[in-house]
């Protein structure tokens, strides 16, 4: 497997944590990373001195194309930072309207601005984003989250074929469910054997696992692979389980 000695890796959306635990085998690997976030945490940015932040604002085009050209990434990864559960009947207009802002609006503008400076730059490059398995697999209470990451993987596909004559490639991973506390009200000490049950691969999602995948997707060897939506979910996705994956509902039905 390549490393990433000499590449600039820039990690952008609003999961922070995800973009933390990212950070520090990508750096092992050799790159020089950046995450951009408009969120500020100074004692991550004090454990994690290796890794350098900047504040990235991805509310319009206009702030985020400048601001990604000026950082001039060769791997440009998207970590869309919207997560909340809420029956079909019950979901909010303030839900979809975060749902829609969050996951697919300011993703967009992040895959558009990664383009531009990768195109600009003249060595084409890598834009991977993490999406999640839910935008595969119906789940209940799912519905904003995983119709706006649903809405994504298009995007991303229609992005990788104007991209493709300039050597950029454009991929998404669907993460599988992970102890991550991003979705900790999902996965908890309650129903994580039940979940790990309707996985084939009989074990919950890593960081490794993901930053493996990531590398094979920004190395050389898959210069020939975009427009692709993988599950890294240990065939939980195509699997039809037992039902365990159905933890009980946080509402009750009107």
């Known amino acids: 497997m390549s490393n990433f000695t000499?590449?600039?890796?820039?990690?952008?959306g609003g999961n922070v944590p995800l973009a933390v635990a990212l950070a520090?085998?990508?750096?092992?690997?050799?790159?020089?990373?950046?995450?951009?976030?408009?969120?500020?945490?100074?004692?991550?940015?004090?454990?994690l001195h290796y890794i350098w932040f900047t504040e990235v604002s991805l509310a319009t085009p206009e702030i985020a194309n400048p601001a990604?050209?000026?950082?001039?990434?060769?791997?440009?990864i998207l970590v869309p930072g919207w997560f909340k559960r809420s029956l079909f009947i019950?979901?909010?207009?303030?839900?979809?309207?975060?749902?829609?802002?969050?996951?697919?609006?300011?993703?967009?503008?992040?895959?558009?601005?990664?383009?531009?400076s990768l195109v600009a730059g003249g060595k084409g490059g890598r834009i991977i984003v993490l999406s999640h398995v839910a935008a595969l697999k119906a789940h209940l209470e799912m519905s904003a989250f995983a119709t706006t990451l649903a809405a994504l993987h298009v995007t991303a596909r229609l992005a990788a074929v104007d991209l493709a004559s300039a050597g950029v490639t454009v991929n998404v991973i669907a993460l599988g469910w992970s102890?991550?506390?991003?979705?900790?009200?999902?996965?908890?000490?309650?129903?994580?054997?039940?979940?790990?049950?309707?996985?084939?691969?009989?074990?919950?999602?890593?960081?490794r696992d993901t930053v493996?995948?990531?590398?094979?997707?920004?190395?050389?060897?898959?210069?020939?692979?975009?427009?692709?939506?993988?599950?890294?979910?240990g065939g939980y996705s195509i699997h039809k389980g037992d039902g365990g994956d159905r933890p009980p509902t946080k509402g009750n039905w009107p």
Do not use: M
Request: net charge negative; charged share 20%; glycine share 6%.
């Open 6 to 12: 000499g590449k600039t890796v820039l990690i952008l």
């Open 24 to 47: 520090g085998p990508l750096n092992a690997a050799g790159a020089s990373v950046i995450i951009g976030s408009a969120q500020d945490d100074p004692q991550v940015k004090t454990d």
């Open 212 to 233: 493996e995948l990531i590398r094979f997707l920004a190395s050389d060897d898959a210069q020939y692979i975009t427009g692709a939506v993988i599950p890294l979910d």
């Open 68 to 76: 990604a050209a000026a950082l001039a990434p060769d791997v440009v």
């Open 90 to 116: 019950q979901s909010e207009d303030a839900d979809w309207d975060d749902a829609l802002r969050i996951n697919f609006e300011e993703s967009t503008y992040a895959l558009q601005a990664a383009g531009r």
């Open 179 to 207: 102890a991550d506390a991003a979705f900790a009200e999902y996965v908890s000490d309650t129903n994580v054997a039940a979940i790990t049950r309707t996985i084939p691969a009989g074990r919950l999602l890593d960081t």
